[in-house]
């Protein structure tokens, strides 16, 4: 079973920067496709980045050009550095597989507002 903890998250002033992080235990990790996850208030959980365990990233429209995920498979650790960030990227942010099929760690919460 695959453990995954979430954290980096706080409280910034919009255009202000962030970084989460991943830990994930075992070492299948770095055979998975990862992805960011992220819930807000009232909303559904979508998907906000992925990375292929090659290091290929793609990224959801309303964090393009903001957001970078990468990931470093010796350390089991996956990265999300949020930049410029807005109101509406407050939400709860969670990381898991791409196809979200490990089970959801608590979360991480980032709370943009002035």
């Known amino acids: 079973q695959v453990q995954l903890v979430e954290s980096g998250g706080g409280l910034v002033q919009p255009g202000g920067s962030l970084r989460l992080s991943c830990a994930a235990s075992?070492?299948?990790?770095?055979?998975?496709?990862m992805a960011w996850y992220r819930q807000a208030p009232g909303k559904q959980r979508e998907l906000v980045a992925r990375?292929?365990?090659?290091?290929?990233?793609n990224y959801a429209d309303p964090v393009k050009g903001r957001f970078t995920i990468s990931r470093d498979n010796a350390k089991n650790t996956m990265y999300l550095q949020m930049n410029s960030l807005k109101p509406e990227d407050t939400a709860v942010y969670y990381c898991?597989?791409?196809?979200?099929?490990?089970?959801w760690g608590q979360g991480t919460q980032v709370t943009v507002s002035s």
């Open positions: 898991n597989t791409g196809n979200g099929v490990w089970s």
């Open positions: 075992g070492t299948i990790f770095r055979l998975s496709m």
């Open positions: 990375i292929s365990s090659g290091g290929t990233t």
